[in-house]
């Protein structure tokens, strides 16, 4: 079974940061491209960052530019998201994915395998 596991979630105050990571079992990601995503409460899933399967190309949603950062090592956990200067905004569950497509697409029908995310709690 192809699974996705989300880490690292929890709360945090404004101005704090957090690490996530994206753990892959059932089957190997290094060819994909993996990406973040968020949901908060009564709102759709939006792209966060997204990251090619060499790691040389990463993309980002404008409002976490500077401040987040999606990286990945093919040798151990699939993919991280480093999250810093937290804002009550970034309030959400947080979803790793990975697509067999090539470069860093940010829409989310481009992703086949998804995990079950993590909650992440930015308190003001």
């Known amino acids: 079974q192809v699974q996705l596991v989300e880490s690292g979630g929890g709360l945090v105050q404004a101005g704090g940061s957090l690490r996530l990571s994206c753990a892959a079992s059932?089957?190997?990601?290094?060819?994909?491209?993996m990406a973040w995503f968020r949901q908060a409460p009564g709102k759709e899933r939006d792209f966060v960052a997204a990251?090619?399967?060499?790691?040389?190309?990463?993309s980002y949603r404008d409002s976490v530019k500077g401040r987040f950062t999606i990286s990945r090592d093919n040798a151990k956990n699939p993919v991280y998201l480093q999250m810093n200067s937290l804002k009550p905004e970034d309030t959400a569950v947080y979803y790793c994915a990975a697509t067999i497509q090539y470069g860093v697409p940010r829409g989310i029908s481009s992703y086949d395998y998804w995990g079950q995310g993590t909650q992440v709690t930015v308190s003001s």
């Open positions: 990251i090619s399967w060499s790691g040389s190309s990463t």
């Open positions: 059932g089957r190997t990601f290094i060819n994909y491209a």
